[in-house]
């Protein structure tokens, strides 16, 4: 059986199309949303981790990936902060809808190094992982 993080790995690698500057940005995507929503999950982290999280976000924003592609990127990131923040004061179920956002930009790094055909190739991977990973079953 394949674990969650190999599943994820070869999501990754079909959305960087090959390209390790895409690749290595998704891995920092994903750890930073991590890092975040670990933040949100369990309140008594030590306060530093907050500050931790602002360097890592130096790092990503300011990688010549996301510098490159910054247009396409900033306005999806922007709506997932924004999902995010919603997630803290909605219902559970909405709210686990609302913090697998982050996957709209992953979908997004995959049209941008491989268009339509990327995508429908990174949702028919990483749709069904989401469902068995991160969605909690409705009573």
């Not at 998704?26 to 030590?46: N, T």
């Not at 900033?74 to 909405?94: F, H």
């Not at 982050?102 to 469902?131: F, H, M, Q």
């Amino acid at each position: 059986m394949t674990s969650t993080r190999d599943q994820l790995m070869a999501v990754y690698a079909i959305a960087s199309g090959g390209r390790e500057d895409a690749y290595l940005w998704l891995l920092s995507w994903h750890g930073w949303c991590h890092a975040i929503d670990d933040q949100v999950d369990e309140p008594d982290r030590p306060r530093s981790d907050v500050i931790d999280l602002c360097g890592d976000a130096v790092v990503l924003f300011s990688s010549a990936f996301y510098r490159a592609h910054a247009e396409a990127l900033a306005p999806m990131i922007a709506a997932v902060a924004e999902k995010y923040r919603t997630s803290l004061t909605a219902w559970p179920q909405l709210a686990d809808a609302l913090r697998i956002a982050g996957n709209d930009v992953i979908l997004g790094v995959a049209y941008i190094t491989g268009g339509r055909p990327a995508v429908r190739r990174v949702s028919e991977a990483l749709w069904p992982i989401v469902e068995a990973t991160q969605l909690k079953a409705t009573p």
